[in-house]
């Protein structure tokens, strides 16, 4: 059974830091794509970030762009999003996702989100 | 990284059919049959009902069906059943990022 785990969630000043952890079992970790998919409170679901099974490909949403880092860590099954600077608008639950991986480019697999952990609460507030 | 434009409610009656749309670009639902489409409860992770356009995971019933012409994509439920009350996100792949829909709250009469 495929079980995605999220932890590091919480509260944080803004301007703060905060690392989100997302633990994976049931599948072959390495062979996949993953996803960081964030819902502020009573909004809507914004993707946030993706990261190639290798690491070699990495995207982010404009409204994160410089702030925060995916990572990822194959032996450890294990994918991770560094939050810096955080604001605010920040504030929301954080969702890891793995990606369907449908779609081939030179860049990666690419498809939809077909696994998705409990999520995260991280709340952004003085 | 605009998101797709979804309608904020749709409702019907038990048993009957309808139909949430998905209006996206040419650079996202016109571009790639990569458009999704997930249930979420409220409280709950969402799930995933449709992928590459009509395709429908493993145990999802053949009530959910999706299509897509130009950049327009739909989900259509039929047969609406109570537990199908639920929020409906749509999603398609941009090129180095992924959209997703404003979201439809469907409610069952």
């Known amino acids: 059974e495929v079980q995605l785990v999220e932890s590091g969630g919480g509260l944080v000043q803004p301007g703060g830091s905060l690392r989100l952890s997302c633990a994976a079992s049931g599948f072959t970790f390495r062979n996949y794509e993953m996803n960081w998919v964030r819902q502020a409170p009573g909004k809507g679901l914004e993707w946030v970030s993706y990261?190639?099974?290798?690491?070699?490909?990495?995207y982010y949403a404009d409204s994160v762009k410089g702030r925060f880092t995916i990572s990822r860590d194959n032996a450890k099954n294990s994918v991770y999003l560094q939050m810096n600077s955080l604001r605010a608008e920040d504030t929301a639950v954080y969702y890891c996702?793995?990606?369907?991986?449908?779609?081939?480019?030179?860049?990666?697999?690419?498809?939809?989100?077909?696994?998705w952990g409990q999520g995260a609460l991280v709340t952004v507030s003085s | 990284q605009s998101a797709l434009t979804q309608p904020a409610s749709v409702s019907g009656s038990p048993g009957q059919s309808i139909t949430i749309s998905c209006t996206g670009t040419s650079s996202d639902v016109g571009s790639y049959n990569l458009v999704s489409w997930y249930q979420q409860h409220p409280g709950k992770a969402p799930k995933l009902m449709i992928y590459e356009v009509s395709k429908r995971p493993s145990g999802i019933s053949n009530r959910f069906s999706g299509s897509k012409s130009g950049n327009t994509a739909a989900l259509t439920i039929s047969g609406l059943q109570a537990e199908d009350e639920a929020d409906y996100y749509c999603c398609s792949y941009a090129g180095s990022c992924y959209a997703f829909g404003t979201g439809t709250k469907v409610t069952v009469l």
């Open positions: 996702a793995r990606d369907g991986s449908r779609y081939y480019d030179s860049n990666g697999y690419y498809g939809d989100f077909d696994y």
């Open positions: 990261i190639r099974t290798s690491s070699i490909t990495i």
